[in-house]
């Protein structure tokens, strides 16, 4: 069974830095990609980063130089880095991951949320 647990969510100032972590466990497709998405209240969940299986990245334009996505293959780990975070970045965030088996896949976390103190 997948399972993506996130970790490293909590409070931050605005101005601070916060590292999120994703451990993925339990996968039976061939990978594709792993994510980061947000998701504030009343609002659409949205994509921040991607990272593909073979290592190129990807970032939502509004996010380039304050949130760097990477990963630990031998641990099955893909971390978020926060910089500079900002009132606006509080929101829940989760891991997505995509893959191929049958057909493409989209395994989600439970979500971390992260909050943001002026």
């Known amino acids: 069974q997948v399972q993506l647990v996130e970790s490293g969510g909590g409070s931050v100032q605005a101005g601070g830095t916060l590292r999120l972590s994703c451990v993925a466990s339990?996968?039976?497709?061939?990978?594709?990609?792993m994510g980061w998405y947000r998701q504030a209240p009343g609002k659409e969940r949205e994509f921040l980063a991607r990272?593909?299986?073979?290592?190129?990245?990807s970032y939502l334009d509004s996010l380039k130089g304050r949130f760097t996505i990477s990963r630990d293959s031998a641990k099955d780990t893909v971390y978020l880095q926060m910089n500079n975070v900002r009132p606006e970045d509080a929101a829940g965030y989760y891991c997505?991951?995509?893959?191929?088996?049958?057909?493409?896949?989209?395994?989600w976390g439970q979500g971390t949320q992260v909050t943001v103190s002026s």
């Open positions: 339990g996968r039976v497709f061939t990978l594709i990609a």
């Open positions: 990272i593909n299986k073979d290592g190129v990245t």
């Open positions: 997505n991951e995509k893959g191929v088996r049958l057909g493409v896949e989209n395994y």
